[in-house]
Nanobody, 114 residues
Framework: VQLQASGGGLVQAGGSLRLSCKAS????????MAWYRQDPGKQRDLVAH???????TYADSVKGRFTISRDNVRNTVYLQMNSLKPEDTARYYC?????????WGKGTQVTVSS
């Protein structure tokens, strides 16, 4: 299983970014996907989750600003991030699990300047 994330960058507060994560090695449409984020020295926290039937959940800190979605034809999960804040600065990781094994992408850095 490989998860390749992209779309991070530097943006000013109030701006937007869209992260993408392309999955390979799994039957993508059958698997839940998620985005996590982590600051150096801190734990990795769940940002958003989407099930195989497109049910979504969000961390309270991003509700109303972030949207997770998936394209089962392109085997890709997205994270649309609007109204970005400096506290959203982190490395964002794509995640899935298969047969009890956790899989993580290498992450993409998001930096929000004030």
């Amino acid at each position: 299983v490989q998860l390749q994330a992209s779309g991070g960058g530097l943006v000013q507060a109030g701006g937007s970014l869209r992260l993408s994560c392309k999955a390979s090695g799994i039957n993508f449409r059958l698997h839940a996907m998620a985005w996590y984020r982590q600051d150096p020295g801190k734990q990795r926290d769940l940002v958003a989750h989407i099930t195989s039937d497109h049910t979504t959940t969000y961390a309270d800190s991003v509700k109303g600003r972030f949207t997770i979605s998936r394209d089962n034809v392109r085997n890709t999960v997205y994270l649309q991030m609007n109204s970005l804040k400096p506290e959203d600065t982190a490395r964002y990781y794509c995640y899935t699990t298969r047969q009890g094994i956790d899989y993580w992408g290498k992450g993409t850095q998001v930096t929000v300047s004030s």
